[in-house]
Nanobody, 122 residues
Framework: QVQLVESGGGLVQPGGSLRLSCAAS????????RGWFRQAPGKERELVAA???????YYADSVRGRFTISRDYAKNAAYLQMNSLKPEDTAVYYC????????????????WGRGTQVTVSS
């Protein structure tokens, strides 16, 4: 059984940085795309960033230039470096393996973590 576990969330002041990590266990998922979604209270879950096997990345307009996604296939892991954080980045962030996307469609993969809370506030 595959398990994804996120870590690295917390409380940070506006302008600060956090690095989220996602570790997968139970099965090797080295060839899977990785994605990070987030969900703020009262809002739908949205794709923030994703990376495929070739290294092609996707970023939501709201985070482009501030967030960077990366992955480590050897460690079965994914990361999200978040810089210049804003209060509107406050949400629960979810790791997802198997994410796919086109210019018009986003399809989450079958594997989800339980989420980690990120709160940006002074």
């Amino acid at each position: 059984q595959v398990q994804l576990v996120e870590s690295g969330g917390g409380l940070v002041q506006p302008g600060g940085s956090l690095r989220l990590s996602c570790a997968a266990s139970g099965r090797t998922l080295s060839q899977y795309n990785r994605g990070w979604f987030r969900q703020a209270p009262g809002k739908e879950r949205e794709l923030v960033a994703a990376i495929d096997r070739s290294g092609t990345t996707y970023y939501a307009d709201s985070v482009r230039g501030r967030f960077t996604i990366s992955r480590d296939y050897a460690k079965n892991a994914a990361y999200l470096q978040m810089n210049s954080l804003k209060p509107e980045d406050t949400a629960v962030y979810y790791c997802n393996f198997g994410t796919s996307w086109t210019s018009t469609t986003i399809v989450p993969g079958n594997f989800w973590g339980r989420g980690t809370q990120v709160t940006v506030s002074s």
